[in-house]
């Protein structure tokens, strides 16, 4: 698998450019870099997975143009395409992050990704994980109390009466600014300033503006029901807000009377309390990143499709919502060309299952009529079986039960058992396949978790050819399995010795127990 972080700056609320190229949307310049490296990659390299992160407008209506541009890539190089909204409070860390994922999957449809949700502690509380011994927990964006700082911040306490950490637990969340305009106390404050701090400010150079000049201003701003550049200090409550731009600066302790320090924003990121950086201008660096728990969770999930452990869909593009946990939209792999070639109506001369490749016969508009005049028969299938394994789709999805032989079979048994394949044979679908019920796809309907009876079918096989067979196996991709009630298992798997029950993880590491067998057969 092969992951890369382009640019988010084309889709990112930060982007203030207006006007130019470099502004925000679909059409922003930053974007080319998700574009052309997503082209050379799939062209030289042609990754299992390839797959990256972006801003969470990547999933909104703002970023069609962008998703679209990546479809066709997708499409071009013969990858499936999905992507995936989610927020890092969601994967243990109090921060709300917003990312969006996308994926580039080499099968011609995608899987589902697994819903992710880890127990997140309150900020107070996950900030006091971090040990007195940390390191560069003296080494601060903005140094000193935030009284010091922000002067109308000690006329807030001194009017409350409160310290800062009873103030704190009882505003919750907000800034020092906000909290001045909901309770009409700016002019108050105003006066107070000039009372105590007239000539004060952020810093002691001259064209500094004063504290007094900051709040005439929100009263110009808020008068006419305008915004205002809030610098104030912004306090959090249980969860912290993104980790970037003056959120770094103005991100106050919810207990003490001072900022975060640098060591605390690491640890907002998820990284290692032995991870240092040189000085407190490279947090900005660190702060363009994904949060570790949630890029990790998002590799588990590539790990597991490149291991055959997640669920494949019928869907050739697919955007998955961790925040509510649905999906949210959909693309089955019969509708991309009409997409592909701007066309209302196309038609399949069959249905290859998410795991197969093959050829298929494409047809438009009113030539789809003429599928039934087609001679589509007979067609030669290749399979690679696993022997004495037990699944309800007969494929590598919903494993359930495993045979373990652990005697080589002879191969001379296995061609002459083959030969009872030949001829007309009668067969029950499994309720995964594509055929119809009702209207609706077999699969479909089984996903959904309806009780389905499949009718028995018939095929005429002319011909079968052996082509290989290895023992122990030591292969993962399979197309197809044996199933334990099947004539030829039967046949094959006399005295094996023992069933064990396998979850789909154990089931692919103790895969080397199991036979494999490779042949072709023709039917009609």
Not at 58 to 75: N, S, W
Not at 436 to 449: P, S
Request: neutral net charge.
């Amino acid at each position: 698998m092969l992951f890369r972080s382009c640019p988010c700056a084309g889709l990112s609320l930060l982007n203030s450019a207006s006007g130019s190229a470099a502004s925000r949307g679909s059409d922003a310049v930053q974007n080319k870099w998700m574009y052309e490296s997503s082209e050379y990659i799939l062209e030289n390299v042609k990754p299992k997975v390839l797959w990256g992160e972006n801003a969470p407008g990547l999933f909104t209506k703002m970023g069609e143009g962008v998703v679209e541009r990546l479809r066709e890539i997708a499409d071009k190089h013969g990858y499936s395409f999905s992507l995936i909204k989610t927020n890092t409070e969601l994967h243990g860390i109090p921060q709300r992050r917003m990312r969006t994922f996308y994926f580039f999957w080499n099968t011609p449809t995608v899987p589902m990704l697994n819903w992710k949700f880890r127990e997140k502690k309150k900020l107070i509380d996950y900030l006091n994980e971090i040990p007195e011994d940390a390191t560069q927990q003296d080494m601060f964006m903005v140094p000193g109390k935030v009284t010091d700082h922000f002067r109308p911040y000690e006329y807030v306490l001194e009017k409350e009466g409160l310290t800062h950490s009873e103030f704190s637990a009882k505003f919750k969340k907000g800034t020092i600014a906000q909290y001045l305009d909901k309770n009409e106390l700016l002019d108050d404050c105003i006066e107070w300033l000039r009372e105590k701090y007239p000539k004060e400010g952020f810093s002691n150079k001259k064209s500094t503006k004063t504290f007094i000049d900051m709040l005439e201003h929100q009263k110009n701003k808020v008068s006419q029901g305008l915004g205002y550049w809030d610098a104030s200090p912004h306090f959090f409550h249980d969860s912290f807000s993104a980790l970037i731009g003056r959120n770094m600066f103005n991100g106050v302790h919810p207990v003490e009377n001072r900022y975060l320090n640098v060591r605390e924003m690491l640890h907002l990121m998820g990284l290692p309390l032995d991870f240092e950086i040189e000085s407190s201008r490279q947090v900005n660096h660190i702060a363009q990143n994904v949060p570790v728990t949630t890029a990790m969770d998002m590799a588990d999930e590539v790990k597991k499709f490149c291991n055959s452990e997640l669920k494949m869909t019928p869907y050739s593009f697919m955007k998955q919502d961790n925040t509510n946990q649905k999906v949210i939209d959909f693309e089955e792999v019969n509708q991309i060309p009409k997409r592909k070639y701007k066309v209302k109506k196309a038609g399949f001369s069959g249905t290859l299952d998410p795991f197969a490749s093959g050829c298929l016969i494409v047809a438009f508009g009113k030539y789809t009529r003429l599928f039934n005049y087609l001679n589509k028969t007979p067609k030669t299938y290749r399979a690679t079986l696993w022997l004495g394994v037990q699944s309800e789709s007969l494929d590598i999805e919903n494993l359930s039960e495993l045979r373990i032989r652990s005697e080589e079979l002879r191969v001379e048994d296995i061609k002459d058992n083959l030969q009872s394949l030949l001829g007309e044979v009668e067969y029950t679908p499994p309720k995964f396949s594509a055929k119809k019920i009702d209207g609706k796809r077999a699969y479909t309907l089984a996903r959904e978790g309806h009780d389905v009876e499949m009718k028995k079918s018939t095929m005429t096989i002319f011909d079968t050819k052996f082509i290989s067979y290895n023992h122990p196996f030591e292969g993962i991709l399979q197309r197809a399995l044996l199933p334990r009630e099947s004539q030829l298992y039967q046949q094959l798997a006399m005295g094996a010795e023992h069933v064990l029950a396998y979850d789909s993880l154990q089931f692919h590491q103790s895969a080397a127990l199991q036979s494999r067998m490779t042949l072709s057969f023709h039917p009609q």
